[in-house]
């Protein structure tokens, strides 16, 4: 990774803890944990499956498996995109990944991580 690519991901790390600590109330140690785990989820998923576990909103925990990498999934790569045009706004800390479990798209939100249990490679 350049230097360039490193400094760019630092800030939006510390980008995410901001917002998490402004928008959520977190401490920004939290914050910045939370952040840090998104990034090395997001960065997994693009190459493997990755089990984690997020505080849904009725506050249960769940356990997901989910990727990014549509060569991993055959029902992902299969997906077809239906009115792609109409984008969707999620709030800033929530991403979208491929969930094995489900067969479709789920969210998850920076501020509900828990941890990472595990990941699989190719």
């Not at 984690?52 to 769940?62: A, L, M, P, S």
């Not at 990727?67 to 299969?78: M, N, Q, Y």
């Not at 800033?92 to 990941?119: C, H, M, N």
Request: with cysteine; aromatic share 12%; glycine share 4%.
């Amino acid at each position: 990774m350049s230097k360039e690519a490193k400094r760019q991901l630092d800030q939006w790390v510390m980008e995410l803890a901001h917002y998490l600590e402004t928008e959520y109330g977190l401490e920004w140690k939290v914050a910045l944990q939370k952040a840090h785990l998104t990034k090395t989820i997001l960065g997994l998923m693009g190459t493997s499956v990755v089990r984690f576990t997020y505080t849904k909103k009725d506050g249960t925990v769940r356990e997901a498996r989910g990727t990014l990498c549509r060569e991993l999934s055959k029902e992902f790569a299969a997906y077809e995109y239906v009115n792609a045009v109409d984008e969707v706004v999620w709030p800033r800390a929530t991403f979208t990944y491929w969930d094995l479990q489900r067969q479709g798209f789920r969210t998850f939100s920076a501020e509900r991580l828990k941890e990472i249990i595990d990941k699989q490679q190719p």
